[in-house]
Every structure is written in structure tokens, then in C-alpha cells.
């Protein structure tokens, strides 16, 4: 299976950060003197690596400093160590599980306090960042922070117990599972803190600013699930995808299984695009940035799948641009999955 960029509809674009480069090589030696390489295969340095994140980082968040960007990627580089190691693995078990629950609660002190007695390079790492972090974020920026990182590290418990138990869940339990364990929420929080940020409680704690927030997450999510199927199989990954799941409930035909899955995404990209517009029409300034942010993690993380080297021996390079306007069936009612139903009546 091949993936081009005619599989997703996203007529929003970004652009690059003008230090991405030099700021990847430093968050590369970063990861070295950390020892985040020492005893890891070959093959799995370079997947890590591979993602480019600083590229992405800096898509998504094209003016911010130097300083915030390497911040930025490197916390996004611990959070695909931690996905590489606990939850794409090839056979997962309830021993996974445990391990992965005890540095789950380990990692979570580590982010929330000034200082730390650990000889663990994960944890020595987040602890640096989180205080390097609170030299210019908002002490509710970093509440926010730290709470994404609990539902994304409860969203991983609960996929890698999935796994580990052979439980395929429905496609409903899979969103809720996926919008948390995918790490995009916590992704957000972290380029709205490097992005500037600064909205104030009243608006990002609304009915739709929390809707948008979890709409970008779960469409960036489904894309990855596009963007990482072929890679996750030709490495023997045991890890729940929306298009095994689909595979395994239904009786698709390969070259339908895309399909399926936009099925499902299109009509939230739709719902996004109307609700961010109707939002940015009465927003402060402070939000409207982070609009912005939410619109560039979509795009940014689609031009990431199609380039970044991880994943492009699975692309098909003849078509470069992603789709300004759906080219299946768009549903644009409730799509009556109660776990992300109310969007639809968020106001």
C-alpha cells in the first residue's frame, strides 16, 4: 500500500521555520548526549530520526524563537521515544503494560517538578524541558500542559492494554482511545505554548474552542493512522490502527480501506473548517492564535507523513498536493459516534 497526498483532504497550508534545520541537528545531538541512542538499534534510530521533527515542529509554529522551537522538538522527540518503545512494538504483553504504567507516573513527576534525583535519560530529559518551559509559559499554560500529557499517557495505557489483550474495539472506544493516545493533544498544548498563547480561560474553556481543539487532535491522529499503516507493518508493529480495525470489522477490500477511513475523518475536517471560522469571527487576538496553531497542526502534520524520510518509502510522490475539497461522500450531520457526538452541538 501507497500513500499520496490526493488521500487527504486539507485545503490548508503552512509555512517553514526558517532555523528548522539547524535547530533539528541540535535536538539530534541533544538526544545523543542524553543517551536517548545508547543499546537502540539501528533501524529504530532511524525511524526516530526520521520523523524530522523540528521540520514539523517549525511548520506548525513558523515565527517563534530558536530557543522555543528546540524546546518544542525536543519534547516532541521524547514523546515519539516513548511511543517507539511502548506502544509500536511487535508483541506487547501485560509486562509492557506494567512497565509502561510505571514510567507513565515516573514521567508525569518529572514534568511537574523543579527538580529530580533519577539516573533515567527520559526522565532527566522532561524534567530539563518542563523547567526550561516555565521560563516562558503561563502558569496555566503549563496546567494545561500537564494535563494533556495525563489524557495522552492514559490513552496509551489504555491502547497497550487493548493490545496486549487482543481486544479489536469498536470503532467508537477506538476515537475516544485514539484522541488521547495518539499524543496530539499534548502536541498542541506544547506549539501553543512555543506559538505565543496567551488566550484567556473564558475562551479556550468553551464549548467550541474545546471541540476545534479536539477535532484537529483526532483528524491529525487519523491521518497518521493513514500515514504510519505501511510502515508499522513492514516493521512487524503490533500496534491498533484505524485501518486494521476497519479490515478486521468489515468486509473492505484493500484498495477501499482508505476510503473507509475518510469516511469517518472528511466529514470532521468539514465540521472544523465551518466551526473555526464561525469561532474566529467574535475571538480576541490571542485566540485567533491558536486557531492558527490548531489549523497548522493539521497541515503541517499531513506534509510530515508525505515527506519526512520515516514514512516515505510508502509514498507515492506523484501527487503533491493534498485535496482542497473532499472527492468522497461528505457527511455533514452527526456521524452518531457517541464519544465525539457532541461536536456537532457545541456553541
Given at each position: ?9 486539507c ?16 535536538a ?6 542524553r543517551?536517548f ?9 532511524a525511524?526516530?530520526t526520521?520523523?524530522h ?15 522555543k ?5 525536543k519534547?516532541?522527540y521524547?514523546?515519539w ?7 509500536d512494538?511487535?508483541h ?13 507516573s515516573e514521567?508525569?513527576?518529572a ?21 526550561d518551559?516555565r521560563?516562558?509559559?503561563?502558569d496555566?499554560?503549563m496546567?494545561r500542559?500537564?494535563?494533556?500529557q495525563?489524557r495522552?499517557?492514559?490513552g496509551?495505557?489504555?491502547e497497550?492494554s487493548?493490545?496486549?489483550e487482543?481486544?479489536l ?6 476515537l475516544?482511545m485514539?484522541?488521547n493516545?495518539s ?6 498544548a506544547?506549539?501553543?505554548i512555543a ?10 474553556d ?12 483526532l ?5 497518521n493512522?493513514i500515514?504510519?499503516y505501511?510502515?508499522?507493518k ?9 485501518i ?5 470489522a ?10 473507509r ?10 465540521l472544523f473548517?465551518q466551526?473555526?471560522e464561525?469561532?474566529?469571527?467574535q ?5 485567533g492564535?491558536?486557531?492558527?496553531c ?9 506534509k ?5 524520510p ?12 493534498p485535496?482542497?475539497?473532499p ?8 456521524l ?5 457526538e ?6
Open positions: 500500500m501507497l500513500i499520496s497526498a490526493s488521500d487527504f483532504y485545503p490548508l497550508t503552512v509555512e517553514r521555520h526558517a532555523q528548522a534545520e539547524e535547530v533539528e541537528i541540535q539530534i545531538r541533544w538526544l545523543e548526549d543517551g541512542f545508547d543499546d537502540m538499534p539501528t533501524d529504530d534510530r525511524a526516530l526520521g520523523t521533527i523540528a521540520e514539523l515542529c517549525g511548520m506548525i509554529t513558523p515565527y517563534t524563537s530558536e530557543e522551537l528546540l524546546n518544542c522538538t519534547w516532541l521524547c514523546m521515544y516513548v511511543d517507539d518503545k511502548y506502544s512494538v511487535s506487547p504483553s501485560q509486562g509492557t503494560l506494567v512497565r509502561f504504567a510505571r514510567m507513565a514521567l508525569l513527576r514534568i511537574s517538578v523543579p527538580t529530580l534525583a533519577t539516573n533515567d535519560p527520559l526522565l532527566i530529559a522532561a524534567n530539563e524541558i518542563s523547567k518551559m521560563a516562558y509559559a503561563s496555566v499554560q496546567r500542559w500537564q494535563d494533556a495525563r495522552w499517557l492514559m496509551v495505557t489504555w497497550i487493548n493490545v496486549a487482543g481486544t474495539p469498536g470503532v467508537d472506544d477506538y475516544a485514539r484522541l493516545s499524543g496530539v493533544l499534548p502536541s498542541i506544547t506549539f501553543d506559538h505565543g498563547g496567551g488566550a484567556r480561560a473564558e475562551e479556550m468553551s464549548s467550541m474552542v474545546r471541540a476545534l481543539t479536539e477535532m484537529s487532535a483528524i491529525v491522529a487519523l491521518d493512522d500515514c504510519s505501511p510502515m508499522e513492514a516493521r512487524a508493529r503490533n500496534s491498533l490502527n484505524i486494521e480495525l476497519i479490515r478486521g468489515e468486509d473492505t477490500r484493500d484498495s477501499e480501506l482508505i476510503t477511513v475518510r469516511e469517518i475523518r472528511d466529514p470532521m475536517m468539514w473548517l466551526m473555526r464561525k469561532v474566529g469571527e475571538c480576541s487576538p490571542e485566540l492564535e491558536y486557531l492558527i490548531l489549523e497548522n497542526t493539521i497541515a503541517a502534520c499531513i510530515n507523513g508525505l515527506e519526512a520515516r514514512y516515505a518509502k510508502w509514498v507515492d510522490g506523484n501527487s503533491q498536493t485535496l482542497a475539497a472527492d468522497v461522500p461528505l457527511r455533514k450531520a452527526s452518531n459516534y457517541p464519544s465525539i457532541w461536536w456537532w452541538r457545541a456553541k
